[in-house]
């Protein structure tokens, strides 16, 4: 395995070059090959010459790619009894991204409204009763302890 160059300075036609094949989207295996530099070196030209994201791999998301039809079938098929495998080879996707897309579909579901928690009276009018009384120290006070008979160890007995 040959060493690769350290770059410090970045040399004018050097620049130009990188420039033009990082605006056409040409790999990093290539421009690596060309300059004879390291990975880390490309990332630290890039940074140094100020462009953006590559063309070629977008923002790292991959996700956004699929469409809402696509998420949809992934998760039926799912649904159907398909292992995450079946369901890529089927649509023609990688298992890990069936997978991903699946997860995210559960995570950005829509809540689903939920009939509020009705309390009956008689414990309401137990709980405002309690609430009223005083409590017993300015330490139960303070730290809010139960008063005597409220507590859970109490009622354990």
Avoid at 16 to 34: K, L, N, P, Q, S
């Amino acid at each position: 395995m040959e060493k690769r160059k350290q770059i410090r300075h970045i040399p004018d036609k050097m620049a130009i070059e990188f420039r033009r094949m990082w605006r056409d989207g040409v790999r990093y295996a290539i421009i690596m090959e060309t300059f004879g530099i390291s990975r880390h070196q490309v990332q630290y030209i890039r940074q140094k010459l100020g462009l953006g994201t590559h063309p070629e791999y977008g923002t790292g998301n991959v996700l956004r790619r699929y469409n809402a039809d696509v998420r949809q079938m992934c998760v039926d098929l799912r649904a159907t009894g398909l292992t995450n495998r079946q369901v890529g080879e089927k649509l023609g996707i990688n298992r890990k991204t069936v997978s991903a897309l699946i997860h995210d579909n559960r995570r950005y579901r829509p809540v689903e409204e939920i009939a509020p928690v009705a309390a009956p009276s008689t414990v309401l009018a137990e709980r405002e009763y309690r609430l009223a009384l005083a409590p017993r120290d300015l330490t139960a006070a303070f730290f809010g302890d139960p008063l005597p008979g409220y507590s859970a160890l109490e009622r354990r007995a």
